[in-house]
């Protein structure tokens, strides 16, 4: 079955960065798009870019041009999303999401990431 | 930047009929998705290509199109249906997606 496990909670300061993976298995990690999308507390979904695992190639929501870098490693099936100069608004759960038409199906179990000094 | 508008909130009794709307300039060239997202946990794909439902969702979950409006209906609302409901899709171009504000749908 497919699965994406995510990395654990994360704590940051202002100004740091912070890198989340996300761990495919049950299919072809390069067959389809990767999803990052972000959720702050009691907020709606928020799409911060995609992913084609398989070419590498990127495509970043406007707010986070410049911020945000999402990569991958196929060797072991896990694709990665760094988010530079944090602050305390990019306080939030930070999912990934397997993306086969460039929407999601499956999700990640989220990774919370907090800001704060 | 392009926009998804959704209800705040929709109210329904047990067994009623709950239709949530979503509204775009670009939804008749673009399929919607729609998400349902229960406190705590990650979202669940219940409808894709505007009308498709994925396996394991319940037959009650349907959705339709008609020009810049999608519409998620769930037809005999059950209390395990409480939830948020979010529909997305991509802008005009189909480079970027973006999401509805999100629908609370509450059943009395």
């Known amino acids: 079955q497919v699965q994406l496990v995510q990395s654990g909670a994360e704590v940051k300061k202002p100004g740091a960065s912070v890198k989340v993976s996300c761990k495919a298995s049950?299919?072809?990690?390069?067959?389809?798009?990767i999803n990052w999308v972000r959720q702050a507390t009691g907020q709606g979904l928020e799409w911060m870019g995609w992913m084609n695992p398989n070419s590498g190639n990127t495509g970043y929501a406007q707010k986070f041009q410049g911020r945000v870098t999402m990569t991958r490693n196929t060797s072991i099936s896990t694709a990665y999303m760094e988010l530079s100069s944090l602050r305390s608004e990019d306080t939030a759960v930070y999912y990934c999401?397997?993306?086969?038409?460039?929407?999601?199906?499956?999700w990640g179990q989220g990774t919370l990431v907090t800001v704060s000094s | 930047s392009y926009e998804l508008t959704q209800p705040p909130s929709v109210s329904v009794s047990p067994g009623q009929t709950a239709r949530i709307t979503c509204s775009g300039d670009?939804?008749?060239?673009?399929?919607a998705y729609w998400y349902q997202q229960k406190p705590g946990q990650a979202p669940v794909l219940v409808i894709y290509?505007?009308?498709e439902r994925p396996s394991g969702i319940p037959e009650r979950f349907s959705g339709s199109s008609s020009g810049t409006t999608v519409t998620l209906t769930i037809s005999g609302v059950q209390a395990e249906d409480e939830a948020d409901y979010y529909c997305q899709s991509a802008d005009s171009s189909g480079t970027h997606q973006v999401f509805g504000g999100g629908t609370k749908l509450t059943v009395l």
């Open positions: 290509k505007d009308s």
């Open positions: 049950g299919y072809t990690f390069t067959s389809y798009d």
């Open positions: 670009a939804l008749p060239k673009q399929y």
């Open positions: 999401a397997r993306a086969p038409l460039g929407s999601p199906d499956y």
